[in-house]
């Protein structure tokens, strides 16, 4: 089998008809043994990563992953195998490793390919979203970019006393997949970061704080002076923390950590949780789970999105809708297997959500974080926590965290080593507005959320 190699551009080692040849080569061993169905996906996915400290070189890493996974039912019965060993022989073998699997797996009423009535057609399978996007960055350049974006943080300050690194990491990978119900396609993606830690203070008094910039496109992020900058200057604000003492208050999460809370709506809402009865948010569809001014809209379609994509990991088709309507669910997270565990039809979300945006129909132009500080009046802003402590059954919500003190519209102090605790049921409805400092945080995308009361577990 020829690799193709001469028509391999940007950095690939293997190219897209090779790929092909390869999950038809899957297929047709399948079909062979005597599956009913199958499905194949070769992928492969390489970049460069370098990380800097206090001014020197720590690490330089190249990686270079592939490999071939195969999907193999017989009948409602399925089985899976991978392999990284591109060679006829070892596709063969990891195909009968499949087949061999689904022969003596329990029948699943739910298994099976996507229905052919919810594969993405021809014509959408190849809409170009704009995401990929090859970074030829030299390991002695990324480096380089890393040291300016960490002198660019110790230069902001003599408190800036330490680091914990810098990196720069440019990444990019391609795929093909196919199955027997007759999806094929397949895309080259890229996504590239910048990253600082700096730390503040001396002894006991130390704090440490970070920020990023990740973008498909390395033209797009941010400066490495801009990210130090900024990452230098949360650390320095933290400086000279207080505890507080235990009480309820409202709570305002910085748009970093409001992604957070879209996360647990989205993964309270998907399929696998629903089906499994695993969510606080059971048969919501068509229920209030918001406030009226609250929307969430999603759209696959975005040029260069980060959660851009013409089909999902099915190759089922996927479209813009609107999740939440004036608080309202409308729409569930679903893959073909968790809507037949339903009894509902697929919404395209096989791999995840596609680009969402939460929003509220309050929200003024002018709505930044300052002032979403004059909105809240008397509270805490949330910068930071730590742990995991969401239970997606009961909706239980507990998590550490440090951030700020707010008096009369304010910044009055830093604080630290709280907790804060409500339930994410009533914290979704006690949103109360939703900031215009939108921050994406892969495919999800939100400013800052005020919660009108949570408890505050303190001193």
């Known amino acids: 089998?020829?690799?193709?190699?001469?028509?391999?551009?940007?950095?690939?080692?293997?190219?897209?008809?090779?790929?092909?040849?390869?999950?038809?080569?899957?297929?047709?061993?399948?079909?062979?043994?005597?599956?009913?169905?199958?499905?194949?996906?070769?992928?492969?996915?390489?970049?460069?990563?370098?990380?800097?400290?206090?001014?020197?070189?720590?690490?330089?890493?190249?990686?270079?992953?592939?490999?071939?996974?195969?999907?193999?039912?017989?009948?409602?019965?399925?089985?899976?195998?991978?392999?990284?060993?591109?060679?006829?022989?070892?596709?063969e073998q990891t195909v009968q490793a499949a087949f061999d699997i689904a022969r003596f797996t329990a029948e699943d009423p739910a298994a099976g390919l996507p229905d052919e009535a919810d594969i993405a057609p021809q014509s959408e399978r190849t809409i170009d979203l704009d995401l990929f996007h090859p970074w030829t960055v030299t390991s002695e350049a990324a480096a380089e970019l890393a040291l300016q974006c960490e002198a660019a943080a110790f230069a902001v300050d003599k408190r800036i006393s330490n680091s914990e690194g810098a990196g720069v990491s440019a990444q990019q990978s391609h795929f093909f997949s196919a199955h027997s119900n007759g999806f094929r396609g397949g895309y080259a993606s890229s996504r590239h970061s910048m990253s600082v830690s700096p730390i503040a203070g001396t002894g006991d008094a130390m704090e440490r704080d970070a920020w990023y910039s990740s973008m498909l496109n390395a033209q797009d992020m941010a400066s490495p002076e801009r990210i130090g900058r900024y990452a230098a200057q949360r650390a320095l604000s933290r400086l000279n923390a207080r505890k507080i003492?235990?009480?309820?208050?409202?709570?305002?999460?910085?748009s970093p950590l409001a992604a957070g809370l879209l996360g647990a709506l989205v993964q309270a809402i998907s399929g696998g949780s629903l089906y499994r009865k695993s969510s606080f948010l059971l048969d919501s569809l068509g229920k209030q789970v918001l406030p009226k001014h609250i929307d969430m809209h999603e759209d696959p379609f975005v040029q260069r999105g980060k959660g851009s994509s013409p089909f999902d990991d099915e190759g089922v088709r996927v479209a813009a809708r609107q999740v939440v309507d004036a608080g309202r669910v409308r729409g569930y997270f679903l893959s073909s297997y968790s809507a037949r565990k339903l009894g509902m039809r697929t919404t395209g979300n096989a791999g995840g959500s596609h680009n969402l945006v939460l929003r509220s129909r309050q929200t003024q132009a002018g709505d930044d974080l300052d002032a979403m500080?004059?909105?809240?009046?008397?509270?805490?802003?949330?910068?930071?926590?730590?742990?995991?402590?969401?239970?997606?059954?009961?909706?239980?919500?507990?998590?550490?965290?440090?951030?700020?003190?707010?008096?009369?519209?304010r910044i009055a102090y830093p604080v630290h080593e709280i907790t804060i605790a409500g339930n994410m049921k009533s914290m979704l409805k006690d949103i109360e507005a939703v900031g215009a400092d939108t921050y994406n945080y892969g495919s999800k995308t939100v400013g800052s959320i005020l919660v009108g009361k949570m408890k505050i577990a303190g001193r």
């Open 1 to 91: 089998m020829n690799t193709n190699q001469s028509s391999v551009a940007s950095g690939f080692s293997y190219s897209r008809v090779f790929f092909e040849e390869l999950v038809d080569l899957a297929l047709a061993h399948a079909k062979k043994l005597g599956a009913s169905d199958a499905a194949a996906e070769a992928s492969e996915g390489c970049g460069l990563s370098v990380s800097v400290r206090k001014g020197e070189l720590e690490n330089v890493e190249r990686n270079r992953d592939k490999g071939l996974s195969v999907t193999v039912y017989v009948g409602r019965r399925r089985g899976n195998a991978s392999t990284s060993d591109f060679s006829v022989p070892a596709i």
């Open 245 to 254: 003492s235990t009480r309820e208050c409202p709570v305002l999460f910085e």
């Open 373 to 409: 500080i004059r909105k809240m009046g008397r509270g805490l802003l949330v910068t930071e926590l730590m742990g995991s402590g969401v239970n997606y059954v009961t909706g239980d919500y507990s998590r550490g965290a440090s951030g700020f003190w707010v008096e009369r519209g």
